[in-house]
């Protein structure tokens, strides 16, 4: 559901959850042997599409009989909502062989979700998101953070439950701060040292406890570039399934242009004047690259240089 005018790459899941069905173990049960359901599939991550008309990608959406005997039993299935009365599953698929070479031959093929992201409709990217964050979480979370038991899946596959101790464990989600700095009429970026050669991008940090957001903003801009803060403003938002981040994006104004990079985070920062961002965007700018589209970092200098 849009809620702005601006979104992000995997917002806009446009599947209504019906998180307040998710306990009814006989409703669900119902949902999945709907003779009009419709399952996804990943395995080890990577969705399975087909191509679509308009020469791009789209989901590649199965029976969910079928993806439940290839997962190997409901523990491996999820229930990403209803698409208007539709139930809609997905299946978390393992093992060293591909299955769009073995069972799933000529319906599609298993891609990596970073590279189709802008090749699938906006609505597909972000269901497959969900889908993907929602299994790592899984994966990384089978055993009681309380005891040591091993969990069982319960709601839908939106909660695990220790059969032992009883302790719920919820999917979690990691909030990062991602900011652009400037001050007057130039913007600052900042480079890793591991990052594809003349990378630029925003400076990005996770939120810690006890912290605002307007707070871990100020504090990553400093431990990493030395820059004091003068105010902060939110852009927009970005759920990031690498594994389970929300990418809370922010454009700061700073103090001045005294930074220095920290040698740990940062290997490089560099300031660039409105036409000069403009430039990096369009690729004009030699020897220096931006963050694609994909990326909240893009559209954050996106709307910097736009405000001129």
């Known amino acids: 559901m849009a809620l702005d005018a601006f979104m992000n790459i995997f917002a806009g899941n446009p599947l209504d959850r019906a998180s307040d069905r998710r306990t009814n173990a006989g409703w669900l049960a119902e949902q999945a042997k709907s003779p009009d359901a419709?399952?996804?599939?990943?395995?080890?991550?990577?969705?399975?599409?087909?191509?679509?008309?308009?020469?791009?990608?789209?989901?590649?959406?199965?029976?969910p009989g079928?993806?439940?005997?290839?997962?190997?039993?409901?523990?491996?299935?999820?229930?990403?909502?209803?698409?208007?009365?539709?139930?809609?599953?997905?299946?978390?698929?393992?093992?060293?062989?591909?299955?769009?070479e073995g069972p799933l031959q000529g319906l599609g093929k298993f891609e990596d979700l970073r590279a189709i992201a802008l090749k699938v409709p906006a609505p597909d990217a972000a269901i497959l998101a969900t889908a993907k964050?929602?299994?790592?979480?899984?994966?990384?979370?089978?055993?009681?953070?309380?005891?040591?038991?091993?969990?069982?899946?319960?709601?839908?596959?939106?909660?695990?439950?220790?059969?032992?101790?009883?302790?719920?464990?919820?999917?979690?989600?990691?909030p990062v701060v991602i900011m652009l700095p400037f001050v007057g009429e130039r913007c600052m970026l900042g480079?890793?040292?591991?990052?594809?050669?003349?990378?630029?991008?925003?400076?990005?940090?996770?939120?810690?406890?006890?912290?605002?957001?307007?707070?871990?903003?100020?504090?990553?801009?400093?431990?990493?570039?030395?820059?004091?803060?003068?105010?902060?403003?939110y852009h927009s938002s970005q759920p990031w399934p690498y594994p389970s981040s929300l990418m809370i994006g922010l454009i700061a104004e700073v103090e001045d242009e005294d930074a220095a990079p920290d040698q740990t985070e940062l290997s490089e920062v560099r300031w660039f004047s409105r036409e000069e961002a403009r430039d990096l965007l369009a690729g004009k700018l030699d020897g220096v690259a931006a963050p694609g589209r994909l990326a909240i970092a893009h559209q954050l200098i996106k709307a910097w240089v736009e405000e001129a």
């Not at 020469?55 to 959406?61: K, N, P, R, V």
Request: hydrophobic share 40%; net charge negative; charged share 25%.
């Open 38 to 63: 419709l399952a996804l599939a990943l395995w080890n991550g990577k969705p399975f599409v087909e191509p679509s008309k308009d020469g791009g990608m789209q989901i590649a959406y199965l029976a």
């Open 66 to 100: 079928l993806v439940e005997e290839l997962a190997g039993g409901l523990e491996r299935l999820l229930f990403m909502g209803l698409w208007k009365d539709t139930p809609v599953f997905a299946a978390d698929l393992g093992g060293s062989v591909d299955p769009g």
């Open 133 to 174: 964050a929602m299994f790592e979480w899984r994966r990384r979370h089978d055993h009681c953070a309380a005891c040591g038991e091993p969990t069982r899946i319960v709601d839908g596959g939106w909660k695990r439950q220790c059969p032992s101790c009883e302790a719920e464990h919820f999917p979690r989600t990691d």
């Open 191 to 233: 480079r890793q040292e591991a990052w594809p050669k003349g990378m630029f991008s925003a400076l990005a940090g996770f939120l810690e406890p006890g912290e605002s957001i307007e707070e871990a903003c100020a504090r990553e801009l400093a431990e990493e570039a030395g820059l004091k803060t003068v105010r902060v403003r």
